[in-house]
T-cell receptor
Framework: EPEVTQTPSHQVTQMGQEVILRCVPISNHLYFYWYRQILGQKVEFLVS????????KSEIFDDQFSVERPDGSNFTLKIRSTKLEDSAMYFCASSPTSGRGETQYFGPGTRLLVL | GNSVTQMEGPVTLSEEAFLTINCTYT??????LFWYVQYPGEGLQLLLK?????DKGSNKGFEATYRKETTSFHLEKGSVQVSDSAVYFCALSDPYNDMRFGAGTRLTVKP
């Protein structure tokens, strides 16, 4: 069964450094998402992406964040200058059609620790 | 805006006990409702979903019924197993808003 994959599974970085989190969505899906889960807290929506552009973003997704689909398979989340409070689990998700209201399929997550 | 409120845990049950995890929602439209499960060290997996009022989603012995009159989508299982130990998230999504999750409920099932 196809699944969403994410790399790396864990990343440790110094405050102020740039990180890129990578995702490979399910191949025939058209909508892509990033979510964040701070330890012990709820899963929070960051951004959705369709047709090579951002379709929605939350207030969390500020200028420090960017997303890109650099080729036909990868979907990346970049944090330009990490802060301590960016430490969290980051989940990528994809859905086949229309996005909203549809089932989203999640990857296993990348645990980011900012020191 | 849309929001989800679910029973916060942790919930600890003995094997074969009955499980209910409450979930209520606030939405302006007609959302789809979901339960996702997160096993230790893993990502979110779709457990079940319902897309319209009175629909019942079911999977692996878990059930939830979309109740528009009470804006609820409570998760139930008649007899839990140790392998059901996980964090359960209620979520909603509609055509006008992206997915919103509840806070998650940690379930521990003891033998």
């Amino acid at each position: 069964e196809p699944e969403v994959t994410q790399t790396p599974s864990h990343q440790v970085t110094q405050m102020g450094q740039e990180v890129i989190l990578r995702c490979v969505p399910i191949s025939n899906h058209l909508y892509f998402y990033w979510y964040r889960q701070i330890l012990g807290q709820k899963v929070e929506f960051l951004v959705s992406f369709y047709n090579n552009e951002i379709s929605e973003k939350s207030e969390i997704f500020d200028d420090q964040f960017s997303v890109e689909r650099p080729d036909g398979s990868n979907f990346t989340l970049k944090i330009r200058s990490t802060k301590l409070e960016d430490s969290a689990m980051y989940f990528c998700a994809s859905s086949p059609t229309s996005g909203r209201g549809e089932t989203q399929y999640f990857g296993p997550g990348t645990r980011l620790l900012v020191l | 805006g849309n929001s989800v409120t679910q029973m916060e845990g942790p919930v600890t049950l003995s094997e074969e006990a009955f499980l209910t995890i409450n979930c209520t929602y606030t939405a302006t439209g007609y959302p789809s409702l979901f339960w996702y499960v997160q096993y230790p060290g893993e990502g979110l997996q779709l457990l079940l979903k319902a897309t319209k009022a009175d629909d019942k989603g079911s999977n692996k012995g878990f059930e939830a019924t979309y109740r528009k009159e009470t804006t609820s989508f409570h998760l139930e299982k008649g007899s839990v197993q140790v392998s059901d130990s996980a964090v359960y998230f209620c979520a909603l999504s509609d055509p006008y808003n992206d997915m919103r999750f509840g806070a998650g409920t940690r379930l521990t099932v003891k033998p």
